[in-house]
Structures are given as C-alpha cells and as structure tokens.
C-alpha cells in the first residue's frame, strides 16, 4: 500500500501548481481521500476532502483558489491550486480517509 505525491515546487504568488497523489495495492475508489499541509511551527491542516460519491469539502483558507479532484481510473487524486499565496507554503501530504495510508509529502514554496 503506498501513495507517492508529485507536483510541488517553487511559484510565484498568483501562480498555480498542480498536485498529484498516485496510489497503488489497494482499491483506490472504495475511499474518501483527503490532501493535507503543514507548515514550519504549525498543525497539520485539512486542505480539501473528496468522498467516493465524489462530494468535496475545501478548507476555509483555500476556497475558491484549490480544488480537489479524483481519478479512479488512474488510481489518482488531485489538488489544482490556483491564486497561490505565501501563507499556502507548506508540506502537502495525501492521505486515505480512515486508515494511517500518508503519502511522503511534497513541497510547496510560494515566494515573492
């Protein structure tokens, strides 16, 4: 069972970045999915939630700047974050609803 995140990096604030978590040994589509961040010296923060019935739940902070997104097919989910702000650097981390599956994290740096 294993979830590998890919699509962090460096952006400007405005810019976008495209994040992708890509699973595999297990039954993607029977579980919620969610994506995480942490930032240096805070708590883990709930970003965005995704059921298998496809309902999503964005946190206060990233409405109407990210949104998640689901690919059973690819065993792949997704987070497009738009508007980026400095306060969006962090870790992000993928994670199966439910169960201690965490992808390893991947930077995200929004720098002026």
């Known amino acids: 069972v294993e979830l590998v995140e890919s699509g962090g990096g460096l952006v400007q604030p405005g810019g976008s970045l495209k994040l992708s978590c890509t699973a595999s040994?297990?039954?993607?589509?029977?579980?919620?999915l969610g994506w995480y961040r942490q930032a240096p010296g805070k708590q883990l923060e709930l970003v965005a939630h995704?059921?298998?019935?496809?309902?999503?739940t964005l946190g206060d902070s990233v409405k109407g700047r990210f949104t998640i997104s689901r690919d059973n097919t690819k065993n792949t989910v997704y987070l497009q974050m738009n508007s980026l702000k400095p306060e969006d650097t962090a870790v992000y981390s993928c994670h199966v609803a439910g169960t201690r599956v965490w992808g390893q994290g991947t930077q995200v740096t929004v720098y002026s």
């Open positions: 040994g297990f039954d993607f589509s029977e579980y919620n």
């Open positions: 995704e059921n298998t019935g496809g309902t999503t």
